[in-house]
């Protein structure tokens, strides 16, 4: 699969799924870096900039989260296929709706679209991560879907770009592993990771 030559239904998401779920648990991602159950994770959030994590989640739980966001992933394609479009989602996120707000916005435009499926999904990923507090889990669902926006309009270009699946579906494991964490971004062991010691 590196080569990313093939579509993604050639390669199937399964498979993608297995290489961002073997890159996770041997430490081959640059952006990860795991101690036993440990994961110290570095995600690009910007130029030169960085939001850093550290988890905890036993192999079978990665596996887990990792088929959720694939499950997920695989829902907001059908979506697509059935007609929600680029144009659809940015208007449902502008300001022409008299709303300044834009966390009120982005909840907004993730209704335009959601389904029962994807909330279930959503669901499961919290229980698999271990969320309980509905305050976290609330303040978790803000952030997951600004990350699913992200997500959604990359993917919206060509669903069968295997370097954009991968990349996709890599982020929202990255989220979702996010969602029960502790922030380290401003830790000198991850600035120096980030290269920014």
Do not use: W
Not at 6 to 31: F, P, Q
Request: proline fraction near 1%; charge should be negative.
């Amino acid at each position: 699969m590196n080569d990313f030559d093939a579509t993604t239904s050639e390669v199937g998401v399964e498979t993608i799924r297995d290489e961002i779920v073997n890159m996770i648990l041997e430490d081959k991602e640059g952006a990860i870096r795991r101690n036993g159950d440990v994961y110290d994770v570095r995600i690009a959030a910007g130029p030169y900039t960085y939001t850093c994590f550290r988890c905890s989640y036993p192999e079978k739980k990665i596996k887990r989260i990792s088929s959720l966001c694939c499950e997920y992933t695989e829902e907001l394609r059908k979506i697509h296929e059935n007609g929600y479009t680029k144009e659809l989602l940015e208007y449902a996120r502008s300001e022409d709706l008299g709303v300044e707000s834009t966390d009120i916005r982005n909840l907004y435009a993730y209704e335009t679209f959601s389904t029962e499926h994807l909330e279930d999904i959503f669901d499961k990923i919290v229980k698999a991560v271990g969320l309980k507090n509905k305050q976290d889990i609330l303040i978790e669902k803000l952030r997951f879907i600004q990350g699913v926006f992200v997500v959604f309009n990359y993917l919206m270009e060509d669903f069968e770009d295997q370097y954009k699946y991968f990349s996709a579906l890599e982020m929202l494991i990255f989220l979702a592993m996010r969602m029960n964490s502790e922030d380290t971004s401003e830790s000198d062991e991850m600035r120096k990771i980030a290269g920014l010691l």
